[in-house]
């Protein structure tokens, strides 16, 4: 397997998923490994801090100064300060323009709104279909 291909991400699912997930990982020619956290608590992060996080450390990952990134959106460089600090929220158009720039997807940068969230209760109360298998996920891909 070549590592210098892969990335390498951390992700939190139900535990009853977690042998379809290792399934569909392996299928595709990834690899799990299984790391035991050094904090006292892994939460996940706020919805209302990630975004401006996450615009801050993929800036700082991509060598950019919030002057240029500002320049490229055509915004004020304080809009990107604020973006950082989580005082200002990131329109779509921007989290496009911004997920180009820093190789991401736009949702990164965004909080989800009111229709992700009905969406989100609503498999969260097994009203959403799943897939006991990776043969069945596959099965409705189409590749």
Do not use: W
């Amino acid at each position: 397997m070549q590592t210098q291909n892969m990335t390498h991400a951390q992700i939190a699912i139900p535990a009853d998923n977690l042998a379809l997930i290792t399934d569909l990982i392996t299928k595709l020619g990834g690899q799990v490994m299984n790391y035991s956290c050094p904090y006292p608590s892994c939460n996940p992060m706020p919805e209302v801090e990630r975004g401006g996080k996450m615009l801050k450390e993929l800036r700082h990952r991509a060598g950019l100064t919030q002057k240029k990134v500002a320049s490229t959106l055509g915004i004020p460089q304080s809009h990107i300060s604020e973006f950082e600090r989580n005082k200002r929220n990131i329109p779509y158009k921007h989290a496009q323009k911004l997920a180009t720039l820093l190789h991401t997807i736009p949702s990164h940068f965004m909080m989800p709104n009111n229709e992700t969230r009905e969406a989100m209760d609503e498999l969260g109360k097994g009203k959403g279909e799943r897939c006991v298998s990776v043969e069945k996920l596959f099965d409705s891909l189409e590749i």
